[in-house]
């Protein structure tokens, strides 16, 4: 390389300087700073006459953080370990062994109160009207959960108690896991309480406080989102009325499921909207939904289904499943679904949406404590889900299982799933579908982010933290009975992965697996992979993984690699693979761990000298080092996740 001012760049198909700037630089207007070699700039007839090979020289080489995840965040989230307290700073950050009550929470810290009197005290940072409130209690001694008051202040005036509970969390033993405390390795700890409360402004005060009736022996306090809920919708007019037409009981006491159902039907056989007014609607088994239903609420605040079965095939809005038929023309929209499971039972549909859904949208919708939020069985085609919450579920956050095609979830967001929070599951084929612009925090099982198979899938624009055990942050694998093999052009793009990869005892595993991971287990991976601009920041074990039997062309350009446990990347099966304009710091014991000799990288340039390391093949695998990451790079991605 020939650059003696800034670091060198070698020009790939399709880049411009423009985009080159915008990626390396963060303004694409700053492409004028780009020099030439020799160091003189480029004209505008250089920059529209680039060729691929070319090098060029980019002044510091820093990438701007990935704006990663929505592009509108309805609420703030404000960790526990940055508001005012006076309890203890329980911090994961520096030992990450799974399981533990510091590595579940968000940002591997939280607050612990365990004292009458402790609190912590939020600031609100700008108008809000509701609160959610990310916590962990223990235990009971039989597994069942405790349930207990907390104080609740704004401004110092008292407000009801808030109701705590581990009825929901607390999981013990191997997969696919059970509530006997007697087990090994607890884990899922957290849950979640929300409230509307009165109207509050920036500078507010909100603390949450120890009581005298408080009767857990401890509290551990993750986050408070506060949001801004705009008033109930009303009913748009020729809709059919779930309480008026059909007599549903808004108060949740009186059972509720066949006056929905048979709002449901008359929906479908009449092709008008179904209408959910304020109220919580007690429902004991499956929704049967057929085409052309549309199922529109107050809002997620206002309008709540409430699946109260634990087990069987006994709960959600279903749609057709495993007929070979999907439901056309179905639209969800402003309501929240609420379910009572609190063990995983695979084979137990009590899932918020399943079933197969074509030429649908689900959008602004909110579902908890599911066995999976939506677990969507095709054959189906072009469903696009948006604005969706999904959080504290037991297994999956969304699953597109089995011949989906050209379908869609983004501007979403997902919290404390107990497996994959997003998952495309190409058993019998399926393809060309898409996940953007998500926010995924704390998978505690399997991944953030996983494809399964299939052909020409896309995963870009999302932001995913904290993944727990048994996977990473983004995945890519031919595994699984039935899968596809990976075919066509997968692109993995433009995403954060941030304090991902993790401990691996489902294979028993003795290194760690990455932050974005490539497994050829059931067949070898032969399909076009594009990863491009993507940040791997504070990675737990290694970024980027390979294993399995042989992995080829994979082609990584202009990543970012931002602190790793371990290594930058560790190979572990057979394979080629071409890496550009990927640069790689902060690294616990190296850059490469490849303990093969038939996996060859294909040093396209740009890379930096890391690339150039010779790889070591260490036994024992090395405990992970974590090297202090800036500061400024995480707090500018945290402000892009986290702000409306």
């Avoid at 968000?106 to 365990?114: H, Q, S, T």
């Avoid at 959080?391 to 089995?402: E, K, L, M, S, V």
């Amino acid at each position: 390389m020939s650059c003696t001012l800034g670091n060198s760049y070698i020009v790939m198909a399709g880049d411009t300087l423009f985009l080159i700037a915008q990626q390396k630089l963060g303004d694409g207007n700053r492409w004028r700073e780009i020099k030439k070699p020799d160091g003189t700039p480029y004209t505008d007839a250089d920059a529209s006459n680039l060729q691929v090979g070319q090098e060029m020289c980019i002044p510091n080489a820093t990438f701007a953080p990935a704006v990663a995840g929505p592009t509108i965040m309805p609420y703030d989230e404000i960790q526990a370990e940055n508001a005012a307290h006076n309890g203890m700073v329980i911090d994961g950050r520096n030992n990450r062994t799974y399981p533990g009550l510091a590595n579940e929470a968000i940002e591997r810290r939280a607050v612990k109160l365990d004292t009458v009197g402790q609190y912590v005290e939020f600031t609100v940072p700008r108008d809000a009207n509701s609160i959610i409130v990310r916590y962990a209690i223990p235990d009971s001694a039989d597994g069942t959960g405790l349930t207990t008051p907390i104080g609740l202040y704004i401004n110092g005036e008292k407000q009801p108690d808030l109701i705590l509970t581990s009825k929901y969390s607390w999981i013990y033993g191997t997969y696919p896991f059970n509530n006997n405390p007697g087990d090994i390795r607890p884990h899922h700890f957290y849950d979640e309480a929300n409230r509307l409360t009165p109207q509050m402004s920036a500078d507010d005060k909100v603390r949450i406080q120890v009581e005298s009736n408080s009767t857990a022996p401890w509290y551990i306090i993750d986050l408070v989102d506060f949001e801004q809920v705009a008033p109930a919708c009303v009913m748009p007019e020729g809709y059919l009325s779930l309480t008026a037409d059909f007599g549903a009981d808004p108060s949740g006491v009186q059972d509720s499921t066949t006056a929905f159902q048979n709002a449901l039907d008359a929906s479908s056989s009449q092709r008008r909207g179904l209408w959910i007014p304020p109220g919580e609607y007690k429902v004991s088994t499956w929704l049967q939904v057929r085409d052309s239903v549309t199922l529109k609420g107050a809002g997620i605040w206002y309008s709540k289904i409430h699946f109260v079965a634990q087990t069987g095939n006994n709960a959600g809005l279903m749609g057709p499943w495993n007929t070979g038929t999907s439901a056309q023309n179905v639209n969800f929209s402003d309501f929240a679904i609420w379910g009572e499971v609190t063990q995983r039972v695979d084979n137990d549909q009590l899932n918020g949406i399943g079933g197969a859904y074509s030429n649908s949208t689900f959008t602004n919708l909110w579902i908890e404590h599911s066995k999976c939020g939506m677990w969507l069985d095709g054959p189906f085609d072009k469903l696009t889900i948006s604005n969706v919450r999904v959080r504290n579920q037991q297994a999956d956050g969304i699953n597109f299982h089995r011949q989906v095609t050209n379908s869609t979830v983004t501007q979403s967001f997902f919290r404390n799933t107990g497996d994959d929070a997003l998952a495309m599951w190409n058993e019998g084929g399926g393809g060309f579908n898409t996940f953007s612009f998500n926010r995924v925090e704390i998978p505690v099982l399997a991944n953030g982010i996983a494809i399964y198979g299939g052909e020409s899938n896309v995963v870009t624009d999302n932001y995913v933290a904290d993944q727990q055990a048994e996977g990473g942050g983004i995945h890519v694998g031919n595994r699984f009975p039935g899968s596809k093999p990976i075919s066509g052009t997968t692109v993995i793009a433009r995403n954060a992965i941030v304090r991902a990869g993790s401990q691996d005892h489902y294979n028993s595993w003795n290194f760690g697996t990455g932050a974005l991971w490539f497994y050829a287990l059931d067949a070898d991976m032969t399909g076009v992979i594009n990863v491009e601009d993507n940040q791997i920041i504070d990675s737990n074990y290694e970024a980027i993984h390979f294993i399995g039997s042989n992995v080829t062309n994979v082609t990584l350009n202009r990543n970012q690699i931002i602190g790793a446990g371990t290594y930058a990347m560790e190979i572990r099966c057979a394979g080629t693979m071409t890496i550009s304009n990927t640069t790689a710091t902060g690294l616990g014991h190296g850059a490469i761990l490849n303990c093969r000799t038939d996996f060859a990288i294909a040093d396209g340039g740009g890379n930096g000298d890391w690339i150039t390391q010779t790889p070591v093949c260490p036994d024992p695998y090395p405990t992970p080092i974590y090297v202090s990451v800036e500061s400024s790079e995480l707090e500018q991605l945290s402000a892009v996740s986290t702000s409306k």
